[in-house]
């Protein structure tokens, strides 16, 4: 294999786990994807050594390694889907090296998201189901689906305007909190803590969580902690804003 080739292969693989880190997946599958495809691409003695913040690899113990740097972090399982299919046909020959590099670069360019009206909408639709499955009650399924869309509307503005993920969290559950409460001084909610508990549901860090205790799980002792506590400062901002609502509104 020449250098130019090499350098191909340990670039297209770190990009691979690049999409994949930044768009929620847990670590565990960023390992194995990157190190089948450096299998299938033929490198020897391969390594790499990933973060949550950047990825370092290298090859046929080269004095040099690349380095990528991963500042942006989302939950967009479509580009981990898409570059699981990509990795998959590239292990069964099915794509050259080129190929996969050119594909992968193609997810990797595409800021194609859902419009925000409907993410609004599915967070409305989250927050009934979840009030109805969390405790039971039909009574005010309408009125924590409105709450629980406007609040992650809230939450969609303030981080497109200030890209401060924490702030945005903590002024839609503020949001989220002081609509319920006065819907029931009104009297058209019921049961604002029923309320509340549906509505705040799109806004936990759920898939953070997840991944982190994966990561544990699987022994990544340096990706597990730093999610997990990514994931508590999320909790937290969430769970202020609802004490501040229920000592200073209720």
């Known amino acids: 294999m020449d250098d130019e080739t090499r350098n191909l292969a340990i670039t297209t693989c770190i990009l691979a786990g690049q999409i994949l880190i930044e768009n929620g997946s847990n670590m565990d599958r960023v390992n194995d994807t990157v190190y089948r495809m450096g299998r299938a691409a033929g490198l020897k003695s391969f390594q790499v050594f990933t973060t949550v913040t950047g ?18 972090r989302k939950n967009n399982l479509r580009k981990v889907a898409e570059v699981n299919d990509v990795s998959r046909r590239f292990v069964n020959g ?12 193609a997810i990797d360019r595409d800021q ?30 309408i009125e924590s689906s409105l709450i629980g869309g406007i609040g992650y509307w809230v939450f969609l503005v303030l981080f497109r305007k200030f890209q401060i993920k924490y702030i945005s969290e903590f002024s839609a559950a503020v949001v ?3 609509s319920a409460m006065l819907l ?15 509505s705040i549901m799109p806004l936990v860090p759920g898939i953070p969580l997840t991944n982190a205790a994966r990561d544990f799980v699987a022994g990544n002792l340096i990706s597990g902690p730093s999610r997990a506590l990514e994931a508590l400062l999320t909790a937290a901002a969430i769970a202020s804003a609802i004490v501040l609502v229920l000592r200073y509104v209720a």
């Open 55 to 72: 990825m370092v690899a290298s090859s046929d113990h080269l004095p040099n390694a690349q380095a990528v740097d991963i500042r942006v």
């Open 184 to 198: 029931q001084k009104v009297g058209i909610v019921a049961n604002a803590n029923a309320t509340i508990i549906g």
């Open 176 to 178: 989220v909190g002081v």
């Open 94 to 105: 099915k794509l050259t090296l080129a190929q996969t590099y050119a594909e992968l670069s």
């Open 112 to 141: 194609t998201n859902l419009p925000e009206w409907l993410q609004c909408v599915a967070a409305a639709v989250l927050s009934g189901a979840l009030l109805v499955i969390f405790t039971g009650d039909y009574g005010d399924v």
